[in-house]
């Protein structure tokens, strides 16, 4: 895949993720602008301060944790009329359960194409993911390993309820952004998700939705790739 689909792609999916965030910025509240602009602030200044100001804390934990906490306990505090996370739909009460899904014949042969399609789209990002890490921390991977490491995933995520997935370029690059070099670091993000989601969720329910709007943002103008509108 030459250097320009590469590039097009990774700029494609920041001007999307940027996108995805609009529908929540529609007909907004002044508050809500107001913690999107706080969180902004946050989220670029703080690494920056920690440089100026020579403090190791505000350079090791990431700013976009201390968005969500700084937002999450403002909008409680003042008792702002944010939409939080709990409002965009229930959240899992129990770990997933394994199951076999029921699969006949007839399924198999309506499946089949679409299955094709979303399995190549899937490597086809997830290997241009791995070239993109590769570019930012100098060092190469294997893409055959990258690629059976994906359909393991998704044949055990099938199997307890999940859908397909693939490499996600905005994890990835905010994963390398803040320190994430070894395989612990894509699985620690699983399993602390894990645990936000259900051990968690009485808390998760309650951070601000602009807060979540506000990394995005951030990840979509890291992800661009900006030396290429030259």
Not at 86 to 108: I, N
Not at 142 to 164: P, Y
Request: hydrophobic share 55%; with cysteine.
């Amino acid at each position: 895949v030459s250097r320009s689909v590469v590039t097009g792609f990774v700029n494609a999916l920041a001007i999307l993720i940027f996108a995805a965030q609009l529908p929540h910025l529609h007909g907004a509240s002044a508050a809500t602008w107001g913690a999107l602009a706080l969180g902004l602030a946050l989220i670029y200044g703080l690494p920056w301060l920690g440089q100026r100001l020579a403090l190791p804390a505000l350079s090791v934990i990431p700013s976009p944790l201390i968005c969500v906490v700084v937002l999450t306990v403002l909008a409680s505090a003042l008792g702002l009329k944010l939409p939080t996370v709990g409002d965009l739909g229930q959240l899992p009460d129990a770990l997933p359960v394994f199951a076999l899904p029921p699969v006949a014949l007839d399924t198999l042969r309506i499946i089949l194409l679409p299955a094709l399609a979303i399995a190549m789209v899937g490597l086809l990002e997830s290997v241009l993911t791995a070239a993109v890490v590769d570019e930012l921390t100098d060092t190469p991977s294997d893409k055959n390993r990258e690629c059976a490491g994906l359909g393991v995933a998704n044949i055990a995520a099938s199997l307890f309820g999940g859908i397909a997935g693939c490499g996600m370029i905005g994890q990835a690059v905010g994963n390398v952004k803040y320190g994430g070099r070894g395989r612990l670091s894509t699985l620690f993000a699983g399993v602390f998700l894990l645990i936000l989601m259900v051990a968690l969720k009485d808390w998760v329910s309650q951070v601000p939705v602009i807060a979540l709007v506000a990394i995005m943002v951030m990840v979509s103008a890291s992800t661009f790739d900006w030396k290429s509108m030259r």
